[in-house]
């Protein structure tokens, strides 16, 4: 029997920009109800966790999310039963940002960049969020376009104001990308790069790996455990990919690997709130039902969880110890191959939840709700 309190305590957190419009490169496809402002889409999030009961915070998107009330819109959040949880800057959707943000060879919007990401820190002093998570789309598209060991100086110049502007309890998730929109060469390409950056800031300096962010094949656990050995492991943005950065729904293209990651998770006993890792849904739902999408994703963290939570790590332990490869592969996939629904279906009973999310979500009216007043103004999406 997995562990019920450990599933019953789990916490996984929603981003306000996976309830607006998105879509391909090519276009962007509308939906109806879709939120018009980040009210409404945290109204949509609370939904979410109303209705699984592990999502009770809120990420946000600066500026997209931007408000002239933070304490207004903390307490909107309060009063719907979820709480505003990570700032996310944004230093690539500027046209001052073509050749970079905080590693511009132009003082100028360097400095410009670095006062958005501190502007973000205010913001969290105002929301009372913990996390803060930059990623840089920063890099070079040519042989010879700059100095990229100079660029990582002007990198760490950035990181390093902002940690110092860092309060009491906050801390700062630096995320890595393998490419895109920077082809040749991406600033902060991979976890080496953001690990070494985060080693030379401090204990709150810590690595987030987006699972969509990484080149095909990659030992993404691997990453993890190296992470948690570490101690610098922050958290997660979990989505799927089968080419790329596709944001699919996390657990969609390769539910081994997020099962795989999880059992590192848990075998590391780093699945505790005060382990300080944090889980995080970053997806585009370009074309499923953006609620029911969330509400999935959520699910299937708790799937993979609770299977992690099965494997018998005594049994393991003895397989690994003797050298028995094919006993101690057979000890996780028995736990991978179980069926953990109806554990699951039980344990949302017990919460006063209906045990089948998606279904309870669709009977509830929400959705014809929002479409029908949510009509006029302009729907969020990317940029907005």
């Given amino acids: 029997m997995a562990d019920l309190h450990a599933l019953r305590e789990q916490r996984i957190e929603t981003a306000s920009w996976a309830f607006g419009n998105s879509g391909t490169r090519f276009k962007v496809f509308a939906q109806e109800g879709v939120p018009r402002d980040p009210y409404e889409k945290i109204a949509d999030a609370a939904t979410v ?16 999310d931007k408000v002239d009330d933070y ?3 903390a307490g909107y959040a309060k009063e719907r039963g979820v709480g505003l949880g990570t700032i996310n800057t944004n230093t690539f959707q500027d046209d001052d940002y ?11 919007v360097r400095a410009k960049a670095l006062a958005h990401v501190l502007e973000c820190v205010d913001i969290m002093d105002a929301t009372g969020s913990r996390d803060l998570k930059l990623w840089f789309a920063d ?55 953001a690990y070494a950056h985060c080693l030379a800031l401090g204990e709150r300096a810590q690595v987030v790996i987006d699972t969509g962010h990484h080149a095909p094949g990659t030992n993404i656990e691997f990453i993890v ?8 492991l922050g958290g997660f943005d979990f989505n799927s990919r089968f080419y790329a950065d596709d944001d699919l ?9 997020l099962f795989r990651i999880m059992s590192e998770i848990v075998s590391a006993d780093a699945l505790r709130a005060d382990a300080g890792v944090a889980f995080m849904l970053d997806q585009c739902h370009n074309i499923e039902p953006k609620i029911q999408a969330v ?7 708790q799937e993979a969880t609770a299977k992690a939570l099965l494997v018998d790590r005594s049994a393991l332990a003895a397989a690994q110890s003797s050298g028995d490869v094919l006993g101690a592969n057979d ?15 039980d344990l949302r009973a017990d919460m006063g939840l209906d045990p089948d999310p998606i279904g309870a979500y669709r009977r509830s009216g929400y959705f014809e709700t929002v479409r029908s007043t949510r009509v006029g103004g302009t729907a969020a999406g990317w940029g907005a």
Wanted: proline fraction near 6%; hydrophobic fraction near 40%.
């Fill in 49 to 64: 966790h109303r209705f699984t009961g592990v999502a009770p915070t809120v990420a946000l998107h600066i500026p997209w």
């Fill in 71 to 73: 304490g207004d819109l």
């Fill in 98 to 108: 073509r050749l970079g943000s905080v590693c511009h060879p132009d003082e100028r």
């Fill in 139 to 193: 890099g070079t598209n040519y042989p010879g376009q700059d100095i990229i060991r100079v660029r990582q100086d002007r990198l760490a110049a950035a990181l390093a104001a902002t940690y110092e502007r860092l309060g009491a309890g906050q801390r700062m998730l630096v995320e890595y990308k393998l490419f895109e929109p920077a082809f040749y060469t991406t600033d902060v390409p991979d976890w080496g790069t």
């Fill in 225 to 232: 455990a190296v992470l948690l050995r570490a101690g610098k």
């Fill in 249 to 257: 729904m996390v657990g969609a293209a390769d539910p081994f690997q």
């Fill in 295 to 301: 509400i999935r994703s959520v699910c299937n963290v």
């Fill in 331 to 345: 000890v996780l996939m028995d736990a991978y191959h179980t069926d953990v629904r109806p554990m699951l279906r």
